[in-house]
């Protein structure tokens, strides 16, 4: 599925890769129980999370940027899970992946970049130019995660082509799309700030995964690596959030668009109304 919105002259297509189910309290091992029992809404029937794979394609007038590109692999689409919808979600909006000319990585897991190569390991954007903090590439690639990791393998024919771009600190990578460090889930995770007409997207990344952590921001997910810089990092953004900030989180429910806003008591996170159209 894609939803989409417009902020500026941006349309921001939110498009779901794939999606898989966690047990919350397992994937949120500090939240408590009995809060997910008066948040039932966000559970299955059996009791657990629907957590989604999106990516976020941001159109304006001369250029499409996409952050980050999905699952990949052959595509899948049950109840339970499912993988690889990008390439057909691009087909449905006419978006040619040779026109995709920039594609952010917010960070190296694989749900995150898996989606740049075709079964046969073709780069499915083949004139993008990759962009990747250095500090993330290095722990992937080198130490203890090398062997497990697959960052390497799955990397390789971008940088053998070319075409893999490393930033170092917050870097505006197209004229009003900034690469913002929010390290803590992965050591180099970045999320995207973008800007148009005065009007400002908050591409998050991984660094939340749910929208109860707007209210619970010293919940860790299970994959964080550094939970205690992670922990901060979320406290930081969500407090440098405006309530006209348009969020965009690709684990939050679809579209996973919406504002942050405060009342008295508590921080929560509201869904706007994307416009959906269905996948052909
Ligand atoms: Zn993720």
Same mark, same amino acid.
């Given at each position: 599925m894609i939803w989409e919105t417009r902020f500026g002259s941006i349309t921001l297509f939110a498009i779901e890769d794939g999606w898989f189910h966690v047990q919350p309290t397992e994937w949120f091992p500090e939240s408590d129980p009995s809060i997910w029992r008066t948040h039932a809404d966000y559970l299955t029937t059996d009791g657990r999370l629907r957590l989604s794979m999106g990516c976020f394609l941001l159109a304006g007038? %001369?250029?499409?940027?996409? @952050? %980050? =590109?999905?699952?990949?692999?052959?595509?899948?689409?049950?109840?339970? =899970?499912g993988t690889g919808q990008l390439p057909a979600a691009l087909r449905t909006l006419s978006v040619d992946p040779a026109d995709v000319r920039t594609v952010i990585h917010t960070h190296l897991h694989i749900d995150h970049f898996g989606g740049n190569l075709t079964l046969?390991?073709?780069?499915?954007?083949?004139?993008?130019?990759?962009?990747?903090?250095?500090?993330?590439?290095?722990?992937?690639?080198?130490?203890p995660q090398r062997a497990t990791s697959g960052v =390497?393998?799955?990397l390789a024919p971008i940088i053998d082509a070319g075409r893999l771009q490393l930033?170092?600190?917050?870097?505006? @990578?197209? =004229?009003?799309?900034?690469?913002v460090e929010t390290q803590g889930h992965t050591p180099g995770h970045m999320s995207v700030a973008a800007m148009s007409e005065g009007q400002r997207t908050f591409i998050t990344g991984d660094v939340?995964?749910?929208?109860?952590?707007?209210?619970?921001?010293e919940w860790n997910s299970v994959l964080d690596v550094k939970p205690s810089t992670a922990a901060a990092t979320r406290h930081r953004v969500f407090d440098s959030l405006t309530s006209d900030t348009l969020l965009a989180a690709g684990h939050y429910p679809r579209p996973g668009l919406g504002h942050v806003t405060e009342d008295d008591t508590r921080r929560h996170f509201t869904p706007i109304a994307a416009a959906a159209r269905t996948q052909t």
């Open positions: 007038p %001369d250029h499409w940027v996409l @952050v %980050d =590109s999905g699952r990949g692999g052959p595509p899948l689409a049950t109840n339970e =899970s046969d390991r073709q780069l499915v954007f083949p004139n993008a130019q990759f962009y990747v903090h250095r500090r993330e590439l290095d722990y992937w690639t080198t130490g =390497s393998e799955q930033v170092d600190r917050d870097t505006e @990578v197209v =004229s009003g799309i900034t690469m939340t995964h749910h929208p109860l952590q707007a209210e619970y921001p």
